[in-house]
C-alpha cells in the first residue's frame, strides 16, 4: 500500500471513529460517560502517538469540513439518545426495583440524565478530543487523486 492510501486510511480510521464514538456513548459507573470500549481507547492511542511525535496525521480538509458541518447533529442525536436510555432505566427501576430503593436508584439517574441534557459533557468531551486530533497537523487540499481514490474504493465496496 502506498504511503498516502495509509495515511488516508488512518484519517478515514479517524473520521470513521469520531462518528460511531459520539454517536455510541455508553453509560459509566462514575458520574461522566465514556463512549463505547472499543473507541475511545483508538481514540487514546492516537492522541499518545500524535503527542509522542509518532505519527502524524494526514487530514484532507473534506474531512474537516464534514466533521464541522455534521458535529453539533451528532451530538444531539447523542443527548437525545443518552436521554431515551435513561429513560428506559428509569422506567425499569419504577417498574422492577424495590419500592424502599427506588427513590435512591432514580434521583444519581435522573441528576446525570440532567448534566447530560443540560451540559452535554460527554459529547462535548469526545469532540474536543476529536477536534485535537484532526488539528493535530495542517490539513490537506482536497486533490484529484483523493477523489480518484475515494471513487474507487466506494465502487470496489
Avoid at 74 to 100: I, M, P, W
Amino acid at each position: 500500500m502506498a504511503l498516502g492510501a495509509a495515511n488516508f486510511d488512518v484519517t478515514c480510521l479517524t473520521y470513521r471513529t469520531f462518528i460511531r464514538t459520539v454517536s455510541s456513548f455508553q453509560a459509566a459507573p462514575a458520574p461522566t460517560f465514556t463512549s463505547d470500549n472499543r473507541e475511545q481507547p483508538v481514540i487514546a492511542a492516537l492522541e499518545d502517538l500524535v503527542k509522542a511525535g509518532n505519527i502524524e496525521l494526514i487530514i484532507p480538509q473534506i474531512i474537516i469540513d464534514e466533521f464541522e458541518r455534521n458535529k453539533a447533529r451528532v451530538a444531539e442525536e447523542t443527548r437525545r439518545s443518552l436521554h431515551s436510555h435513561f429513560q428506559l432505566v428509569r422506567e425499569a427501576v419504577n417498574r422492577f426495583g424495590e419500592h424502599a430503593s427506588k427513590s435512591d436508584t432514580i434521583k444519581p439517574l435522573n441528576e446525570v440524565d440532567h448534566a447530560i441534557v443540560v451540559k452535554g459533557d460527554a459529547v462535548n468531551d469526545s469532540i474536543k478530543r476529536i477536534e485535537a486530533l484532526l488539528k493535530s497537523s495542517p490539513p490537506r487540499p482536497l486533490t484529484d487523486a483523493i477523489k480518484q481514490h475515494v471513487t474507487e474504493r466506494a465502487i470496489a465496496g
